[in-house]
């Protein structure tokens, strides 16, 4: 079947732009996170989703950062007034229900803020 | 503030050999432990994990060892292939949290044929 996919896979925008990362989880899958990987680093936790709620967003770096699931499917992570800080892959997860289920990862989505 | 860390950046083995792969954590509260492999432009695949009320766990070629009196874990991979090069992300998770895994930096592991 169709892992998880994500789009756009790389996306270029200026300092201080709006930008929205979409995730297409496994079908059926309830849990997704989303992590962000910085160069030669490990992804980094930024917010977790149980069907449509977000049950642990502690990861999120500021409130310049928002993620929703509207309908316990898709998510799109947001990023307002971009900073070239926030440049690094955007990695999306999903999971069965369940703590110690394997999570499956999209490709990422690499943002690049000039 | 690291609670997982590969010390070793890079790992260059002869195919045929060994491969070992090494994790330190610092948070007590970690129970899982997994590791995932990562090609170029692709997301990262989960390869194996333990938890900790065991010490070892093994699947075909790949075996993980867990030293909870250490904080320490490692990956042993025999024999290596010129498939497995690629980059090798330990993970872990806590008890009572929402399963998000805490990462390493990653070691990058070239097997050369």
């Known amino acids: 079947g169709a892992g998880v996919s994500q789009t756009p896979s790389n996306k270029v925008t200026e300092k201080g732009k709006y930008v929205e990362l979409r995730c297409d989880p496994i079908s059926g899958h309830t849990a997704l996170y989303w992590y962000r990987q910085s160069l030669g680093q490990g992804p980094e936790f930024l917010i977790y989703?149980?069907?449509?709620?977000?049950?642990?967003d502690s990861g999120l770096p500021n409130d310049r950062f928002f993620a929703v699931r509207p309908e316990g499917s898709v998510s799109t992570l947001k990023i307002q007034r971009t900073e070239r800080g926030d440049s690094a892959v955007y990695l999306c997860?999903?999971?069965?229900?369940?703590?110690?289920?394997?999570?499956?990862f999209g490709p990422g989505t690499r943002l690049t803020v000039l | 503030d690291q609670q997982v860390k590969q010390n070793s950046p890079s790992l260059s083995v002869q195919e045929g050999r060994i491969s070992i792969l090494n994790c330190d954590y610092t948070?007590?509260?970690?129970?899982?432990f997994l590791w995932y492999k990562k090609y170029p432009a692709e997301g990262p695949t989960f390869l194996i994990s333990?938890?900790?009320?065991?010490d070892k766990n093994e699947d075909g070629r790949f075996t993980v060892f867990l030293n909870k009196s250490a904080k320490h874990l490692s990956l042993h991979i025999v024999p290596s292939q010129p498939g497995d090069s690629a980059v090798y992300f330990c993970a872990a998770s806590a008890e009572g949290n929402t399963g998000k895994l805490i990462f390493g930096q990653g070691t990058t592991l070239q097997v050369k044929p």
């Open positions: 948070n007590s509260m970690f129970d899982y």
């Open positions: 997860a999903s999971s069965s229900q369940g703590r110690n289920n394997e999570q499956f």
């Open positions: 989703f149980q069907g449509t709620g977000a049950a642990d």
């Open positions: 333990i938890s900790s009320i065991k």
